[in-house]
T-cell receptor
Framework: ETGVTQSPTHLIKTRGQQVTLRCSSQ?????VSWYQQALGQGPQFIFQ???????GRGNFPPRFSGLQFPNYSSELNVNALELDDSALYLC??????????????FGPGTRLLVL | KNQVEQSPQSLIILEGKNCTLQ??????????LRWYKQDTGRGPVSLTI???SENTKSNGRYTATLDADTKQSSLHITASQLSDSASYIC??????????WGAGTKLIIKP
């Protein structure tokens, strides 16, 4: 176990709805990264939060937004859900904002299904 | 275009056998390369990380190699076990925060 938790584990939504996914980082970690992983694909970087501020963003539209709290836990919000948003959403925490240098510890993920 | 390609897409081997997974990348500038193991429905777990100057790195029965000149890496698994059944993902770091992920190789170990 990595100490990174995510909730909920599974979620079913319909097109147009909004969803909030949550992540608690490993104790002592101040950086959280979010990834989207479609079935049979590698994870795609959404964005990263370091000390409550967005520190980098992948190629995702603005309807994907996030938040990091003072305790370094984080939320991923997706508005106006589309069918293609169906995926496993992974949260990873690390000691610093340099995921290439610092080891990232992944949570178990939230599987989102959009109908 | 910065890409990471892995082969084969899937692989089935018998328990106890060895196997080698391949990763080719075109990511530039290169900083490091990492192999992850991802069990079905779980988050990835880091196996090895290698920088430009490292050719080989081992973690138990897992041995990763890196040829920065040809931009190729391999992950060799020795004496496979049923618990090795998972997806193995190659990830190349491009910048301070951007990681380029491969699609993974799905490995199935049969008894």
């Amino acid at each position: 176990e990595t100490g990174v938790t995510q909730s909920p584990t599974h979620l079913i939504k319909t097109r147009g709805q909004q969803v909030t996914l949550r992540c608690s980082s490993q104790s002592g970690h101040n950086t959280v990264s979010w990834y989207q992983q479609a079935l049979g694909q590698g994870p795609q970087f959404i964005f990263q939060y370091y000390r409550e501020e967005e520190n980098g963003r992948g190629n995702f539209p603005p309807r994907f937004s996030g938040l990091q709290f003072p305790n370094y836990s984080s939320e991923l919000n997706v508005n106006a859900l589309e069918l293609d948003d169906s995926a496993l959403y992974l949260c990873a925490s690390s000691l610093g904002p340099n995921p290439g240098g610092e080891t990232q510890y992944f949570g178990p993920g939230t599987r989102l299904l959009v109908l | 275009k910065n890409q990471v390609e892995q082969s084969p897409q899937s692989l089935i081997i018998l328990e106890g056998k060895n196997c080698t997974l391949q990763c080719n990348y075109t990511v530039s500038p290169f900083s490091n390369l990492r192999w992850y193991k991802q069990d079905t429905g779980r988050g990835p777990v880091s196996l090895t990380i290698m920088t430009f100057s490292e050719n080989t790195k081992s973690n138990g029965r897992y041995t990763a190699t890196l040829d920065a000149d040809t931009k190729q890496s391999s992950l060799h698994i020795t004496a496979s076990q049923l618990s090795d059944s998972a997806s193995y993902i190659c990830v190349v770091k491009q910048s301070n925060y951007q990681l380029i992920w491969g699609a993974g190789t799905k490995l199935i170990i049969k008894p």
